[in-house]
């Protein structure tokens, strides 16, 4: 399978000065250009980039082909699917080595899923599932956790909508501090184009006129400092709207992440051309993780021929 992983390495150098260790140095040299070196461990700073991805399928049933042939075409790591309607909380190898983890307590139109390309399937390491409309996996190279939440439709019961926003403010509770959170989800809400009192988390390129769901969206994102990102890059229209049918196109699917995190989100988009369901269009993020390792520094040695 391709992979979408992009390695960009950079040496870490310490300020002068400032976080240097002092007791561990020979010196600093009074230039302030750096430090004399030394042997033992130093850190390299390595990103990678990850492209989350949010599809909703209508059903997963005769899909499997369709499923993995997407994110494989679009370079998609991890993929939320979300109206799975399969009963049962399993994974299951499907096309082209991706590993599919599903939700559904329900034959009806709920569930959520999520799709792990062959890169990432062997490192998750913990799937939460908590009832058929909210799912989190943790993948554990540097530790990156994905919500996936599917929300009740406008003419569902105040009940089930209060289950759902108890459910999903609730889950974060057990989250480490120093996790990528990746929160994906079709909320059936519009949060519109304008900032009016959001301006840290709404970034003025929304589609579409503001409705209830979007405020709630967006009261949510406030309270628990998150960033609707695909809110914050300049598209053209097609490139915002999640879902067309006919004359109707709205924006519905949005891609969450902590506010503190948004400076490492290079790009987020809608894929018009693919969609595995009629009307419902592909949103795509990329985001740059970064990880440290420990590489130790040596002497250069002779090479023995």
Request: glycine share 10%.
């Amino acid at each position: 399978m391709d992979c979408a992983v992009k390695g960009i390495s950079n040496k870490a150098k310490a300020s002068p000065g400032g976080d240097a260790l002092h007791h561990n140095s020979p010196g600093v040299a009074k230039s302030g250009q750096g430090l004399l070196a030394i042997k033992g461990h130093s850190k390299e700073r390595k990103y990678r980039t990850i492209r989350p991805a949010s599809i909703i399928i209508g059903t997963l049933t005769g899909r499997s082909r369709e499923l993995a042939a997407t994110p494989k075409k679009r370079k998609v790591d991890i993929a939320c699917v979300q109206e799975t309607r399969w009963k049962g909380a399993k994974s299951r190898d499907i096309c082209d080595g991706c590993k599919l983890i599903y939700h559904g307590t329900t034959s009806g139109p709920n569930g959520v899923g999520v799709i792990v390309n062959n890169d990432y399937r062997d490192f998750v390491t913990s799937v939460q599932r908590v009832p058929d409309r909210l799912m989190s996996i943790t993948e554990g190279r540097k530790v990156l956790r994905i919500v996936y939440a599917y929300a009740p439709q406008c003419g569902c019961t105040d009940d089930t909508k209060g289950q759902f926003y108890r459910s999903f403010e609730e889950l974060p509770h057990g989250f480490v501090e120093g996790e990528n959170v990746i929160r994906g989800r079709d909320f059936n809400g519009h949060v519109g184009p304008t900032r009016d009192g959001y301006e840290r988390w709404h970034g003025g390129q929304g589609y579409g006129a503001r409705n209830e769901m979007g405020t709630m969206l967006l009261d949510h994102a406030k309270a628990a400092d998150l960033t609707v990102v695909n809110t914050f890059f300049k598209e053209k229209n097609e490139n915002l709207i999640t879902y067309r049918s006919g004359g109707r196109a709205t924006q519905i699917d949005y891609i969450l992440v902590r506010r503190k995190e948004l400076m490492n989100v290079i790009d987020a988009k809608v894929i018009p051309s693919d969609n595995i369901a009629p009307q419902y269009h592909l949103l795509v993020m990329d985001m740059r993780l970064e990880h440290w390792r420990s590489k130790r520094s040596h002497f250069p040695s002779e090479r023995i021929k």
